[in-house]
């Protein structure tokens, strides 16, 4: 028992150290079942938890128990995150539009229109994916990070007559070629900033705290400083995590021992 506690000590200790200093903790490479019982256990919560799954096609191949996959995943995020943000193709993601745990609820299906992706089969052209953006009732939305500087004078006068929000369709160009050139990292499925920046936006104020357990080339990672947001990152595949600390120029946590202990 006393074990586990120091474990457990240990492991905050290591992330809080490195949010102070980098923005980001990114945690060894692990599964997202035991990366969610960990803060669990650890009792850690988030504005924000950004869930950007392999897609049950294409790349990442296809899991027979996909929907149930992504149920529990979505379970276990509904006590810790005021708000989830679950992608991926509208086909897929319709399958949980009917599953959404309690106290999530239903905030609004967005798109992520793009038009750049290569034709590779006879017929219609993917030109978008899906963003379910789910949220608690008690969370908050911050429209007003969107306002022009002219909107944000009339709000200050009482002059201005509904706040208006960002549109629910994001159009942007996929990371491909020489677009995004900058921005690339070599991970196959990496979204644009300009994607989850709104995202971000509409859901986070300076100071709040963001979790990413699938998070490729840590592109949530990329939007801390711009936003004044902290982040906790981690992805299952080494090589992800090996690039995802070159991008954002942050060490993993050197905990992997007493996480085990933790789990065991
Ligand atoms: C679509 S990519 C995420 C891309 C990321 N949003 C970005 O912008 O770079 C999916 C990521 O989920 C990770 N992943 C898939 N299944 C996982 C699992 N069961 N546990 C943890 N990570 C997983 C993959 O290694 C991959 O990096």
């Given amino acids: 028992m006393l074990i586990k506690k120091n474990a457990i000590n240990k492991v905050t200790d290591a992330i809080q150290t490195s949010i102070a200093s980098n923005n980001i903790a990114i945690l060894p490479p692990m599964e997202i079942s035991d990366a969610l019982k960990l803060i669990h256990i650890l009792e850690l919560k988030f504005s ?36 989830v943000y679950l992608w991926g193709f509208p086909e897929i993601v319709a399958n ?16 992520w229109y793009y038009k750049n992706n290569p034709s590779v089969i006879r017929g219609w052209r993917s030109a978008q994916q899906t963003c379910l953006h789910l949220s ?19 709000k200050e006068k009482g002059k201005l007559r509904y706040m208006p929000g960002p549109p629910s369709v994001i159009e942007a160009a996929l990371n491909i070629g020489f677009i ?20 971000l936006r509409m859901t986070t104020t300076p100071g709040d705290s963001v979790l990413d357990l699938m998070a490729g ?17 981690c992805d299952e595949s080494e090589e992800y995590i090996k690039l995802m600390e070159k991008r954002l120029n942050v060490k993993r946590l050197r905990v992997k021992k007493y996480i085990n202990i933790i789990l065991k």
């Fill in 48 to 83: 924000v938890s950004m869930l950007d799954p392999w897609y049950n096609k294409g790349i990442g191949g296809v899991r027979d128990d996909y929907v149930k996959f992504i149920c529990n995943i979505l379970m276990l995020n509904s006590t810790i995150a005021k708000h």
């Fill in 96 to 111: 949980f539009i009917d599953k959404i745990p309690k106290p999530l609820e239903y905030t609004c299906w967005l798109t």
């Fill in 136 to 154: 608690s009732s008690d969370s908050t939305l911050y429209p007003e990070h969107f306002l022009t500087d002219k909107q944000l004078i009339l």
């Fill in 180 to 199: 995004g050139k900058k921005e690339q990292t070599g991970h196959p499925s990496q979204k644009p900033i300009s994607v989850y920046e709104p995202l």
């Fill in 217 to 233: 080339s840590g592109t949530t990672g990329a939007l801390c400083s711009p936003l004044g947001i902290t982040a906790i990152l």
